[in-house]
């Protein structure tokens, strides 16, 4: 079953705002992870935030982490159309192997 | 290329039969997982090695699924009798022991059932 939900479930917006997606989770967590999938390029890793990190940069991407709430967001900054996808997060359990735990995804239309 | 290869990419079947689906990791990845990822749904776990040894096989659905890796690299994922709630997308990923979290996918094998 999915670890969470992640809100919206679809979003549009135009080349040069701002998309925010949001990530909620069930269990303690090690760590949750971003990932991306478009038909062209399958289901990419973007970013990592450890459970005892609150926020992490890396280029465009600006993830936050509230474990008090089971909660993560993902900023993608000055959008593209390239940016067009879904969007998933996943999280490793504490004590959950190897498992990643995938929510249902947000997806991301970026019009010119 | 070096990424995560899988094999064949769209597959069709008819209700009953067996499929076998193929993963090549990237060379070198210890570790290799596969998912089922449902149309509109985020993709689920289905089973985890470690070299040849299968670790975690909590997620494959039925005793229908099973997965080898008998050499610790190609991985075949097998569904026997397959039935028509079996139809979706078939992840492979691997990740290296050094940097274990960040899984690496394959572009998938969507498979559909009539």
């Known amino acids: 079953s999915q670890q969470g939900e992640e809100d919206p479930q679809a979003l549009s917006i135009q080349e040069g705002e701002n998309a925010t997606m949001n990530c909620s989770y069930k269990t303690s967590i090690n760590n949750l992870q971003w990932y991306r999938q478009n038909s062209g390029r399958g289901l990419v890793h973007l970013i990592l935030i450890r459970s005892n990190e609150r926020e992490k940069h890396s280029g465009r991407l600006r993830v936050t982490l509230d474990t008090s709430k089971k909660s993560s967001s993902l900023l993608i900054t000055a959008s593209r159309a390239a940016d067009t996808a879904s969007y998933f997060c996943a999280t490793y359990p504490t004590g959950g192997g190897n498992k990643l735990t995938f929510g249902t995804g947000t997806q991301l239309k970026v019009e010119l | 290329g070096a990424g995560v290869s899988q094999s064949p990419r769209y597959k069709v079947a008819k209700r009953g039969q067996d499929v076998a689906l193929r993963c090549d990791p990237i060379?070198?990845?210890?570790?290799l997982f596969w998912y089922q990822q449902a149309l509109g749904q985020g993709p689920e776990f289905l089973t985890y090695?470690?070299?040849?040894?299968?670790?975690?096989k909590s997620g494959l659905p039925s005793d229908r699924f099973f997965a080898e890796r008998p050499e610790g690299s190609v991985s075949t994922l097998k569904i026997q009798r397959t039935q028509q709630e079996d139809s979706a997308v078939y992840l492979c990923?691997?990740?290296?022991?050094?940097?274990?979290?960040?899984?690496?996918f394959g572009p998938g094998t969507r498979l559909t059932v009539l």
């Open positions: 060379s070198g990845h210890v570790s």
């Open positions: 090695f470690q070299n040849e040894a299968q670790l975690d």
């Open positions: 990923a691997s990740s290296s022991y050094l940097r274990e979290n960040e899984q690496f």
